[in-house]
Nanobody
Framework: QVQLQESGPGLVKPSQTLSLTCTVS??????????WSWIRQPPGKGLEWMGA???????WYSPSLKSRTSISRDTSKNQFTLHLNSVTPEDTAVYYC????????????????WGQGVQVTVSS
């Protein structure tokens, strides 16, 4: 069974870059047929899909975040990473990495695999 674990700082200052890493076990980001995604949920709001990559290394971004988002992978470590630059307090959210069958994730599908999530707060 695929397992995902997010890691990164829980507090980021405004205007800085938020960087999170997702470590995958029980599966391979280069061979498994999933989209490896980043999703976030701001307090009191719904899920927001941020972007994803697939086993071939193709990458997709949410149009609303594309200008500030970068997703990459380290195949030697079976990890993929999110960078979100120029953060503001509105980027405060729980951030999740997900292995999904569909490209864009807007709900929790039982066929998908989710990390436990990491709270990131943007504050000076």
């Amino acid at each position: 069974q695929v397992q995902l674990q997010e890691s990164g700082p829980g507090l980021v200052k405004p205007s800085q870059t938020l960087s999170l890493t997702c470590t995958v076990s029980g599966g391979s980001i280069t061979t498994d047929i999933y989209y490896w995604s980043w999703i976030r949920q701001p307090p009191g709001k719904g899920l927001e899909w941020m972007g994803a990559l697939n086993s071939g290394g193709s990458i997709w971004y949410s149009p609303s975040l594309k200008s500030r988002t970068s997703i990459s992978r380290d195949t030697s470590k079976n990890q993929f990473t999110l960078h979100l630059n120029s953060v503001t307090p509105e980027d405060t959210a729980v951030y999740y990495c997900v292995a999904s069958e569909g490209l864009e994730v807007h709900t929790r599908d039982p066929n998908d695999y989710w990390g436990q999530g990491v709270q990131v707060t943007v504050s000076s």
